[in-house]
């Protein structure tokens, strides 16, 4: 892998991917849709690598979105199948190499035998420590966002909560994984300029990148060019950096 021009010691605390463009890269090779998500999980397997490798700490995949379910049954029935599938054969390597596998979305709505599947992964690396994985799979930001503010009622209903106590970090504190940083990096393969619902709450200040690359056509290389453009860039956060501030300082009293 060729990290020339990365600095290491800003990389990335996390970098979450909307993998797209699996169906476009199979139609136009006239090949079913299925045959590009199948291709396209060999380029996730090549991207956890390069992320382990580098030693970035979260990278989060949007795997299946909750308005995914609106295809041909034929080809949610064949995500599902693949998605399970590539847990299965995956999470032995992933266990070894010390990743963390996490998931992120109603975890309760899908197929029974794909739910046992990621709950026996996220139970055997649970005390992992290298690059935590988070798989969005049946994601949707706004049902996150949903979800926390009805978890909030519910403690206001309970008396634990007064409505006034209601604040940013305490919504924080009820989304799927509280501890999950917000992505410093966003990366969009397809070429779409939207967003679907992704992360709504967590990319507020997160810097986007969007490449033409259908995602079976991505790679190593690209993210580390994705990596490259991220540091040339000067996050504010809403501040005006005072002269001769190292660019991004001070952010973190922001967030
Ligand atoms: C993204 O690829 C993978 C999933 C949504 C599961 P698409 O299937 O959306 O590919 P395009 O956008 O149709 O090319
Ligand atoms: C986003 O891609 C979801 C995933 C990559 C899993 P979509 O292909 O579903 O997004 P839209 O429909 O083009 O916005
Ligand atoms: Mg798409």
Redesign the pocket.
Known sequence: MDTVGIDQSRLPRHIAI???GNGRWAESRGLFRIEGHCRGESIAHEVVEACGELGIGHLTL????A??WRRSGEEVQALMHLIETVARRQIEGLHRRGVRVNVLGRLHELPCSLREELERDMALTRHNCGLRLNLAINYGGRAEIADAARRLAERVARGELLPAEINEERLREELYDPTLPDPDLLIRTGG?M?I?NFLLWEIAYSEIWVTQTLWPDFGAAELLQAIRDYQARERRFGAVPSRGEPVGAGAGLLL
Request: glycine share 0%; net charge negative; proline share 0%.
């Open positions: 909307i993998m797209d949007y795997t299946f979105s308005e995914n779409e939207r679907s």
